[in-house]
């Protein structure tokens, strides 16, 4: 194709070139370091050398530059000097006829250069009552140079601070410029002078001479002079209406004084249900009277007084009083008459202001130095309209048909609408299920032998119940009871209160439940319910530690010794053993002694949480085929063609630049999920787990960069699998809390021992007790 120097990439501008035929395909395919692969590498496009081009470092301009140019790319002016625009500060002298004292006038503006283009924009700041026409005054375009090099335009050149410039039979004298106006000339070898002094205004000189030759000037009461300055500032006041009659109760008002003219607006708000609505405008904005004894009759206020009259019908003649002695002084409403607490006779209606707003209370700590401002309580009364609550609406008792929600929803509105979810509960808490294994409680032996299982849904507080089937046991077994949400009992049925449902609160192992007249003991739990509830403790108070301990504590504080020979029958020299060894109990043991001690006081759910939170049992380590994770690694980077070994090791260097042979395990994480390396979480988790530690479990990183490079070793065949559970099975630790450190434990409790001394030898092993060496337990 051929290309019209000087002309932009458009539709129109190329031509097919007739003499060329071969038009080859570029290739596909690559080999690189003995692998297969797609080229998907794009070659750099040529520059057109015909084409208008430009480098970022040299200046739009024949302007020599201070420092050589950088080498790089060549850019078109448009793309380099995008959003780019040199801002100078000038001014330009207007001349003013018929004036005087001020032959001309100074008018600040402001010059704006485009990099991109070489056009020029010019702006006024606005000044406020100025009586001229500003902003714009000259659009952007490029500028001819005057006469006689009106054949050329302006530049970066020809725009200096302290020099004039002449644009369109005008002269701009530049003053000032920005910073990086400044840094952008002085590095393209253009000397920016320092800013200067802009001209002074005959007409502001003559104004500050006049005001600096009054020593005390009297002060000028300009009727327009007002408005000019406290225009749209208005003083607002929170106030009342006491009109507790008959058929009145008490109106909430506003009080607005406009300082513009000194009028007043009176505005009411309306309470919600009041049964009022309509205009809110208590009294229409205009100047409010002090003193207000009736309304004025016909003709009885006149502007002028007539002293007397004499004559009839067509022959009459009066006279004028000049002095209009007959004419009242009328008193009105001013700024100082309202405060907290005053009272404001607005027609015969007395208004109490109780409050102000912010500008209104800043405005008078200003001019009148008050700092007190305590708002008045507003009076109220018993037939006074409420806000609607929703709460305190009592609803016709339940019907039983359907739910309580349905039936309530056809007395909350005419029209009947669904029962609303809580669609953010369910989200959050979907597939979240509390499992309890149980057993009923009958009068018939053979209910008591049957085994359910009691699932609590808490995405929306349900429950179901179903039974284990036992062989010969003459139940079938399955769903016991569907899923829904089950009512606690003692409760009325057909009532105007809301039933209350089972919470998550209400299950805990030991407990009993009464589920459609029938009696369950929960008796078991599932890992994920234990570990749930351990994780949430304010929500099961069977599950917090703390209360746990503190119950135990004030219950063994008068007999811990006889709690300690009860857990531990050779309890010779205790205190000494438990500095050297770890003592070890079984849980039957704790649970017979704390039963045994405190009884009802602490249930079976509470040993449990105890148990497992002492626990002197330990999860196997996690055992990872290191080869095989490699392996899996390698299939993953060669399925993927990933070749960015060389990045991630410069990065590496980036974040580490002491190249520390070991970073933080949250740091490698992120930087391989940065990389977007082929791996699945998963895959990771493993990945990370099989590699070399320091004693601080930091990650070394030579051992990773070796782990990921599959050109030193060819590996072993791998086939694709599961990386989530076959690569590495990760099994929970289901079997906690079967022993117990009970040094542990009496370290938490802080009690005294009180243990008498004996001379019995201590034993190596007694009944459930043990000691076992230190080797074998982690610190509590």
């Given at each position: 194709?051929?290309?019209?120097?000087?002309?932009?990439?458009?539709?129109?501008?190329?031509?097919?070139?007739?003499?060329?035929?071969?038009?080859?395909?570029?290739?596909?395919?690559?080999?690189?370091r003995g692998?297969?692969?797609?080229?998907?590498?794009?070659?750099?496009?040529?520059?057109?050398?015909?084409?208008?081009?430009v480098?970022?470092?040299?200046?739009?301009?024949?302007?020599?530059?201070?420092?050589?140019?950088?080498?790089?790319?060549?850019?078109?002016?448009?793309?380099?000097?995008?959003?780019?625009?040199?801002?100078f500060?000038?001014?330009?002298?207007?001349?003013?006829?018929?004036?005087?004292?001020?032959?001309?006038?100074?008018?600040?503006?402001?010059?704006?250069?485009?990099?991109?283009?070489?056009?020029?924009?010019?702006?006024?700041?606005?000044v406020?009552?100025?009586?001229?026409?500003?902003?714009?005054?000259?659009?952007?375009?490029?500028?001819?140079?005057?006469?006689?090099?009106?054949?050329?335009?302006?530049?970066?050149?020809?725009?200096n601070?302290?020099?004039?410039?002449?644009?369109?039979?005008?002269?701009?004298?530049?003053?000032?410029?920005?910073?990086f106006?400044?840094?952008?000339?002085?590095?393209?070898?253009?000397?920016?002078?320092?800013p200067?002094?802009?001209?002074?205004?005959?007409?502001?000189?003559?104004?500050n001479?006049?005001?600096?030759?009054?020593?005390?000037?009297?002060?000028?009461?300009?009727?327009?002079?007002?408005?000019?300055?406290?225009?749209?500032?208005?003083?607002k006041?929170?106030?009342?209406?006491?009109?507790?009659?008959?058929?009145?109760?008490?109106?909430?008002?506003?009080?607005?004084?406009?300082?513009?003219?000194?009028?007043?607006?009176?505005?009411?708000?309306?309470?919600?249900?009041?049964?009022?609505?309509?205009?809110?405008?208590?009294?229409?904005?205009?100047?409010l009277q002090?003193?207000?004894?009736?309304?004025?009759?016909?003709?009885?206020?006149?502007?002028?007084?007539?002293?007397?009259?004499?004559?009839?019908?067509?022959?009459?003649?009066y006279?004028?009083?000049?002095?209009?002695?007959?004419?009242k002084?009328?008193?009105?409403?001013?700024?100082?008459d309202?405060?907290?607490?005053?009272?404001?006779?607005?027609?015969?209606?007395?208004?109490?202001?109780?409050?102000?707003?912010?500008?209104?209370?800043?405005?008078?700590?200003d001019?009148?130095?008050?700092?007190?401002f305590?708002?008045?309580?507003m009076?109220?009364?018993?037939?006074?309209?409420?806000?609607?609550?929703?709460?305190?609406?009592?609803?016709?008792?339940?019907?039983?048909?359907g739910?309580?929600?349905?039936?309530?929803?056809?007395?909350?509105?005419?029209?009947?609408?669904?029962?609303?979810?809580?669609?953010?509960?369910?989200?959050?808490?979907?597939r979240?299920?509390?499992?309890?294994?149980?057993?009923?409680?009958?009068?018939?032996?053979?209910?008591?032998?049957?085994?359910?299982?009691?699932?609590?849904?808490?995405?929306?507080?349900?429950?179901?119940?179903?039974?284990?089937?036992?062989?010969?046991?003459?139940?079938?077994?399955g769903?016991?009871?569907?899923?829904?949400?089950?009512?606690?009992?003692?409760?009325?049925?057909?009532?105007?209160?809301?039933?209350?449902?089972?919470?998550?609160?209400?299950?805990?192992?030991?407990g009993?439940?009464?589920?459609?007249?029938f009696?369950?003991?929960?008796?078991?739990a599932?890992?994920?319910?234990?570990?749930?509830?351990?994780?949430?403790?304010?929500?099961?108070?069977?599950?917090?530690?703390?209360?746990?301990?503190?119950?135990?504590?004030?219950?063994?504080?008068?007999?811990?010794?006889?709690?300690?020979?009860?857990?531990?029958?050779?309890?010779?020299?205790?205190?000494?053993?438990?500095?050297?060894?770890?003592?070890?109990?079984?849980?039957?043991?704790?649970?017979?002694?704390?039963?045994?001690?405190?009884?009802?006081?602490?249930?079976?759910?509470?040993?449990?949480?105890?148990?497992?939170?002492f626990?002197?049992?330990?999860a196997?380590?996690?055992?990872?085929?290191?080869?095989?994770?490699?392996?899996?690694?390698?299939?993953?980077?060669?399925?993927?063609?990933?070749?960015?070994?060389?990045?991630?090791?410069?990065?590496?260097?980036?974040?580490?630049?002491?190249?520390?042979?070991?970073?933080?395990?949250?740091?490698?994480?992120?930087?391989?999920?940065?990389?977007?390396?082929?791996?699945?979480?998963?895959?990771?988790?493993?990945?990370?787990?099989?590699?070399?530690?320091?004693?601080?479990?930091?990650?070394?990183?030579?051992?990773?960069?070796?782990?990921?490079?599959?050109?030193?070793?060819?590996?072993?065949?791998?086939?694709?699998?599961?990386?989530?559970?076959?690569?590495?099975?990760?099994?929970?630790?289901?079997?906690?809390?079967?022993?117990v450190?009970?040094?542990?434990l009496?370290?938490?409790?802080?009690?005294?021992?009180?243990?008498?001394?004996?001379n019995?030898?201590?034993?190596?092993?007694?009944?459930?007790?043990?000691?076992m060496?230190p080797?074998?337990?982690?610190?509590?």
């Amino acid at each position: 194709m051929l290309r019209i120097p000087g002309m932009p990439l458009l539709p129109g501008t190329l031509f097919r070139e007739v003499s060329k035929v071969y038009y080859p395909k570029s290739q596909t395919l690559l080999n690189f370091r003995g692998i297969p692969m797609l080229n998907d590498r794009q070659n750099s496009i040529p520059v057109d050398p015909a084409g208008i081009v430009v480098d970022i470092s040299c200046p739009p301009a024949n302007a020599q530059a201070l420092y050589p140019p950088r080498s790089g790319p060549r850019l078109p002016p448009w793309l380099a000097y995008d959003k780019k625009v040199l801002s100078f500060k000038a001014y330009f002298k207007q001349t003013l006829q018929e004036n005087f004292h001020a032959p001309y006038m100074v008018r600040h503006v402001k010059v704006y250069y485009y990099l991109e283009d070489g056009t020029l924009e010019i702006h006024e700041p606005k000044v406020q009552n100025s009586g001229i026409v500003q902003g714009c005054v000259l659009h952007r375009q490029r500028v001819p140079k005057p006469p006689p090099c009106d054949n050329e335009f302006l530049s970066i050149t020809d725009l200096n601070v302290d020099t004039t410039v002449q644009i369109f039979d005008r002269f701009y004298h530049i003053v000032d410029c920005d910073t990086f106006t400044r840094t952008f000339l002085n590095k393209r070898g253009i000397v920016v002078p320092d800013p200067v002094m802009a001209a002074v205004d005959p007409a502001e000189a003559v104004r500050n001479r006049v005001v600096a030759r009054a020593s005390n000037p009297a002060e000028k009461r300009h009727p327009f002079a007002q408005f000019l300055k406290y225009d749209r500032q208005v003083l607002k006041f929170q106030a009342y209406w006491d009109d507790r009659t008959d058929m009145g109760d008490v109106r909430k008002l506003e009080v607005c004084y406009y300082l513009a003219d000194d009028t007043i607006e009176v505005k009411e708000a309306h309470i919600r249900n009041s049964g009022r609505d309509g205009p809110s405008v208590f009294l229409k904005r205009g100047k409010l009277q002090r003193e207000f004894d009736g309304m004025m009759l016909p003709g009885q206020q006149t502007p002028v007084t007539l002293l007397n009259v004499l004559g009839s019908n067509r022959n009459v003649r009066y006279c004028v009083d000049p002095l209009n002695i007959g004419n009242k002084e009328i008193l009105y409403y001013t700024q100082r008459d309202l405060q907290i607490g005053s009272v404001v006779n607005v027609y015969g209606r007395a208004v109490v202001i109780t409050d102000m707003d912010p500008f209104t209370r800043q405005y008078y700590r200003d001019h009148y130095g008050i700092e007190q401002f305590t708002p008045l309580s507003m009076p109220t009364r018993s037939d006074v309209c409420k806000p609607y609550d929703k709460s305190g609406r009592m609803l016709p008792p339940f019907n039983g048909w359907g739910t309580y929600e349905d039936s309530a929803g056809n007395c909350m509105s005419i029209v009947i609408k669904r029962p609303k979810t809580d669609f953010r509960k369910f989200i959050k808490f979907d597939r979240y299920v509390l499992r309890f294994g149980a057993k009923m409680l009958s009068t018939i032996r053979e209910n008591c032998e049957r085994i359910f299982v009691i699932s609590y849904y808490m995405s929306d507080d349900t429950m179901q119940v179903q039974e284990v089937a036992v062989r010969n046991s003459g139940f079938l077994g399955g769903v016991f009871m569907k899923r829904t949400r089950v009512l606690m009992p003692g409760q009325e049925k057909f009532s105007c209160k809301q039933p209350q449902y089972y919470r998550p609160c209400n299950f805990y192992i030991g407990g009993t439940m009464s589920i459609k007249d029938f009696l369950f003991h929960l008796v078991s739990a599932d890992e994920f319910t234990l570990m749930y509830m351990e994780h949430h403790p304010d929500q099961f108070t069977h599950s917090n530690i703390e209360l746990i301990l503190e119950k135990v504590r004030k219950s063994l504080e008068p007999r811990m010794s006889q709690f300690v020979s009860s857990c531990v029958p050779d309890y010779q020299d205790l205190e000494k053993k438990m500095e050297k060894r770890s003592v070890f109990i079984s849980f039957e043991s704790l649970k017979g002694a704390l039963v045994a001690l405190m009884g009802n006081q602490i249930s079976d759910h509470e040993i449990i949480s105890l148990c497992r939170h002492f626990s002197g049992e330990q999860a196997a380590p996690n055992a990872c085929e290191r080869e095989k994770v490699r392996a899996s690694a390698h299939l993953e980077i060669k399925r993927a063609l990933w070749n960015g070994r060389d990045e991630l090791m410069e990065h590496f260097h980036h974040i580490n630049p002491t190249n520390k042979p070991f970073l933080p395990e949250s740091q490698v994480r992120s930087t391989l999920r940065g990389f977007r390396m082929p791996f699945t979480l998963e895959l990771i988790d493993t990945i990370l787990s099989v590699l070399n530690r320091n004693d601080c479990d930091d990650i070394e990183v030579c051992d990773l960069m070796n782990f990921i490079d599959v050109s030193c070793t060819k590996g072993c065949d791998m086939p694709p699998i599961n990386y989530a559970f076959e690569l590495c099975p990760k099994l929970p630790f289901q079997y906690k809390g079967r022993v117990v450190d009970f040094g542990c434990l009496l370290k938490a409790l802080n009690l005294p021992l009180n243990l008498p001394d004996s001379n019995a030898q201590p034993t190596k092993m007694i009944g459930d007790a043990r000691i076992m060496p230190p080797s074998a337990t982690a610190d509590c």
